[in-house]
């Protein structure tokens, strides 16, 4: 076919040319071939393009993960939040109130309530769009006095008359029997509590008499008579409507007994009516809460207009607009921190699509050369990719949801606990997400072939002379370039001392851009080692001159001039491992820094305060005030008697008990009096329960307690206040204590310093640690104190609280760090956070493996003829294979020095920013914690990673025939 034309007949044509072809190559018969040929270029490079695959599926999965967990802990949030009713009592979620209350708008007849009750048990299950899994409808007239049946004295109590549907059901009759409905004459059969029945004594059989409103006492009043008691069966049945407690004064009749008897005597007898309904949501998304919220709305219109006065005093409305303001937040902040993760995967996609391009370089070439168009060879792979991007697509909205409920289970970095099985669900937003992701992904695998798909064979022969030269990145100094962002980005943390500026001042993990400043510093760095990786392998070329054997030199030597051949895997193995130690080490310094704010907080496991037995002390802070001394003839009689701490010890769990007391003193120095704080300790027991940090002091715990030990008045006096007034040890000064009500004036000397101690902040002013037993004896006797403790890491709270009970101790808890921790474990952004970066490490560190074993086998077969050349002139086979082991062995140590240098420094610098003010958040300070154990795990990863590329080296050495590689030449 001829593919030129005259001059004359070119110029107008060629505006219709690219069209006709189009429709030419994209015409039924030939869409056909189209898909043949791809389907056999996808089968004949199978492996890349199953390693393209997985990085989609990778890349949907991590995308998908994101709301599924948003949504299922917001689901957690919500339940909670919903389960909390009236004065704390616990309510199941999706439970509905719906009342009539007289107080406000008068009592109503039956025939005023009835049409409301016909609403309500008919269409509310489908006005709410949400099915009613529990409904109860109680009634009450007003509390009216309860008298003898001759209805003269006082009256005994003041009762309602109700029914409540299906109440035989929820309690037990422990005495006489159900009541049956009531007769047209005589006595109303009733049914009392068993409290109301032991407080007046009321026995089954009797009859009482109700009088009836004031203005209609004898026309309206009616005889009872007591059918029987009844006990709550279930407390925390999911029917109570109300805490049965409240119930204890309530006359339960049939319900027929209400309808036709007691409204025949009275007909406005309706004074309350509730309807109590419990609703199946666990269908209910984020995605549907502006429509159930909007249904809520839509019934609350109806009963107003039904019965005028009604309403919904519980509902799940609010709770609902904040379930979807928490998904949508927590949502957004998650995929911010997802974007290093993603951005590695789409690097290992445009690697692996990329030396897919490159082996079909010469076809493509081929195709340009005989007519194809640049967007036709672009259409080929496009196709290729939405192929793959289907099945990818299947996979990775699975993997997104075992991901998501990994995530669920996430305690801490790496670190997972199955727990409750939340719903995880693919929700609309998840499903977008995916085919968003997906459209990325695939453009992104079309990069490489957009830079091909311009040659033809003459310049793809020209271009392929000179690949030796260096990535464009370089050659236009785009790292050098990024450095200028990096540097100013350092600088305004180093000035703000903190990335709260940046948005989320009080929690760091719901700073969406927590993560902004250090990414940028490990790209910019991770891309300035990879320039300078040619020149250290000519310094160690130049050093390995002398070292005897050529693998070693030839290695370093193709290293260093063929730059382009190797800054993909390079490039990828330094993010991975820098990324990787930075996040880690980040997880584990946030980690490290709750339970030491926590515990400094605390101060132990659980803090008690110990009242002893006292005769009108009103408490160890009455000194907060110092009052006039009062005059006394000797010291007092002890007003207070403590058990014994070793008493504490027999509790179960309790490790080591020790006793502390925080108490308001005066310091007298320089004809001054400074309000400070006096923390007594026992320094033998304070060792073993502490919570204590090398940087609190300049000496060890133990050490300082030495001190304590050498004289009765030594005490400890924080480092700052001891500089601003130039205290040194050996000096003596007075302390006021005012612990029982008398000023005492208690000599002190210094013994050392502190800087910080547990419990102690610096907003609350000076302080000084000494002896408590020195301060019971210079006061005349002991006061309330407080009780630290260690537990045992199995320790049962319940346990431990019964044993105080049953030794009749009077304490309160003060605080208990165990289950501070575990609350802030439970957080949704944190759980989120340590979650998404344990799916990012294991999902970065399997790609980065894949990524470098397909390099490794594809960079043998680009150098098939190159191999064969140094086989003929006289290479052997182990020769080959140690070049090929050393040259794989330099670029994964190149990246693991380079990855860990850049983490370990990006640790250092930008970790420390990290802490925001949360109140007293800074203290204690941030100590950067490196995390070595989970660099140690990729140095294993990257070990294996190397035995298995020198296996496939060698194998494929072995199979290598020379006379193939020989005659080949630049045919490969």
């Not at 005994?156 to 159900?178: M, R, S, W």
């Not at 006990?231 to 319900?255: A, C, K, M, N, Q």
């Not at 007594?680 to 609190?696: A, E, F, K, M, N």
């Amino acid at each position: 076919m001829a593919t030129t034309s005259t001059p004359e007949s070119s110029h107008p044509a060629a505006p219709r040319l690219p069209l006709r072809r189009l429709s030419r190559w994209w015409s039924p018969e030939s869409l056909t071939g189209v898909l043949r040929m791809v389907s056999r270029r996808l089968w004949s490079h199978l492996g890349l393009m199953l390693a393209i695959a997985v990085g989609f599926v990778v890349a949907i999965g991590l995308t998908v993960s994101i709301p599924v967990y948003a949504e299922a802990v917001g689901y957690r949030i919500l339940r909670d939040e919903l389960a909390q009713g009236e004065a704390g009592s616990k309510r199941p979620p999706f439970a509905f109130m719906f009342r009539y209350l007289g107080s406000q708008t008068g009592v109503i007849s039956w025939r005023d309530y009835a049409p409301l009750d016909e609403y309500m048990r008919t269409q509310l299950a489908e006005r709410l769009g949400l099915p009613i899994t529990t409904e109860v409808r109680y009634v009450a007239t007003d509390k009216a006095p309860l008298m003898p049946p001759s209805g003269i004295g006082k009256p005994l109590i003041f009762v309602n008359t109700a029914f409540a549907t299906d109440f035989e059901q929820h309690v037990e009759i422990v005495d006489g029997a159900f009541p049956q409905p009531a007769a047209a004459d005589g006595p109303i059969d009733v049914l009392i509590s068993e409290d109301l029945s032991g407080r007046l004594g009321f026995q089954v059989g009797e009859e009482y008499l109700i009088l009836g409103p004031q203005e209609q006492r004898v026309e309206q009043s009616y005889p009872i008579r007591i059918a029987g008691v009844w006990r709550v069966r279930d407390p925390r049945s999911d029917y109570w409507f109300y805490d049965p407690i409240t119930l204890y004064d309530t006359l339960f009749v049939p319900e027929e007994s209400f309808r036709e008897r007691l409204t025949a005597i009275n007909p406005q007898s309706i004074y309350v009516a509730t309807w109590y309904a419990i609703a199946d949501g666990s269908g209910v998304r984020s995605s549907d809460v502006a429509d159930v919220r909007a249904r809520i709305s839509r019934v609350a219109t109806d009963i107003t207009t039904i019965l005028p006065g009604s309403r919904i005093d519980i509902s799940p409305a609010q709770a609902l607009a904040e379930h979807q303001r928490q998904v949508q937040r927590l949502t957004l902040i998650l995929t911010i921190f997802s974007v290093p993760v993603l951005g590695l995967i789409a690097y290992f996609i445009l690697l692996v699509a990329g030396l897919v391009v490159q082996r079909q370089s010469n076809e493509i070439a081929v195709l340009r050369s005989r007519g194809a168009s640049r967007w036709q060879v672009l259409g080929i792979y496009l196709i290729e990719g939405v192929l793959l991007g289907i099945v990818a697509l299947a996979l990775g909205v699975g993997l997104g949801q075992g991901a998501g409920l990994l995530m669920t289970w996430t305690r801490s970095f790496l670190e997972v606990q199955p727990g409750e099985l939340l719903p995880i669900e693919l929700t609309p937003d998840a499903w977008q997400r995916a085919w968003q992701m997906l459209a990325l992904m695939v453009a992104a695998s079309l990069v490489p072939a957009f830079g091909v798909a311009r040659y033809t064979i003459v310049s793809f022969k020209s271009e392929r002379a000179r690949a030796t030269r260096k990535p464009f990145w370089q050659r236009m100094y785009l790292d050098v370039l990024l450095l200028l962002p990096v540097y100013y980005g350092y600088t305004l943390l180093e000035q703000r001392g903190t990335v709260a500026f940046l948005g989320a001042a009080d929690d760091p993990f719901g700073n969406p851009l927590l993560l902004l400043a250090p990414t940028l510093y490990i790209f910019t760095l991770a891309l300035v080692a990879t320039r300078l990786f040619p020149l250290a392998m000519s310094a160690l070329e130049w050093l390995a001159r002398h070292v005897s054997g050529v693998a070693v030199v030839t290695a370093l030597r193709y290293l260093a001039r063929t730059p382009g051949a190797y800054t993909g895997p390079v490039l990828l193995l330094t993010l991975t491992l820098s990324l990787a130690t930075f996040t880690a080490s980040m997880a584990q310094t946030l980690d490290r820094h709750l339970l030491d704010q926590v515990y400094y907080e605390h101060g132990s496991d659980i803090r008690l305060y110990d009242l002893g037995q006292s005769g009108g002390f009103s408490g160890p802070m009455a000194g907060m005030q110092p009052q006039q001394p009062q005059p006394s003839d000797g010291m007092s009689e002890a007003r207070f008697m403590f058990l014994p701490i070793t008493d504490y010890l027999t509790l179960p769990g309790v490790k080591a008990a020790t006793r502390v007391s925080v108490s308001q003193v005066e310091i007298n120095l320089a004809n001054r009096a400074i309000p400070a704080r006096f923390i007594g300790v026992d320094r033998v027991d304070l060792t073993s329960v502490i919570h204590w940090r090398d940087d609190y002091a300049g000496e060890s715990l133990g050490a300082l307690m030495n001190r304590l030990a050498d004289d009765p008045s030594a005490v400890l006096v924080n480092s700052s206040f001891a500089a601003q007034h130039r205290l040194r040890p050996g000096d003596r000064f007075e302390v006021v204590m005012n612990d029982l009500d008398r000023r005492v004036r208690v000599p002190v000397i210094v013994a050392g310093y502190v800087n910080l101690f547990p419990t102690m902040y610096p907003g609350d002013g000076p302080f000084l640690i000494g002896n408590l037993d020195y301060a019971f004896d210079t006061q005349g006797g002991q006061y309330p104190y407080d009780v630290w403790l260690r537990l045992a890491p199995d320790a049962d709270r319940r346990a431990l609280d019964e044993g105080l009970r049953e030794l009749g101790l009077r304490t309160f808890e003060r605080g208990f760090a165990p289950a501070t921790i575990i609350a802030e474990h439970a957080r949704p952004e944190r759980q989120g956070f340590y979650g998404l970066l344990s799916v990012g490490f294991i999902a970065s560190a399997f790609l980065t493996v894949l990524g470098f074993l397909f390099y490794s086998a594809l960079s043998f077969q680009r150098r098939f003829v190159e191999l064969g050349m140094l086989r003929a002139i006289g290479l052997s086979t182990r020769q080959l294979g140690a070049l090929l082991a050393w040259e794989q062995a330099l670029i994964i140590g190149a990246g693991m020095i380079g990855g860990t240098l850049i983490g370990v420094t990006a640790s250092q610098l930008f970790i420390p920013f990290l802490q925001v003010r949360r109140g007293n958040a800074q203290i204690p300070p941030f100590i950067v914690q490196t995390a070595w154990e989970q660099i140690t795990i990729i140095y294993i990863v990257f070990g294996a990673m190397l035995i298995a590329a020198v296996l496939i080296t060698m194998t494929l050495l072995r199979r290598m025939r020379l006379f193939q590689a020989v005659k080949l030449g630049e045919a490969i």
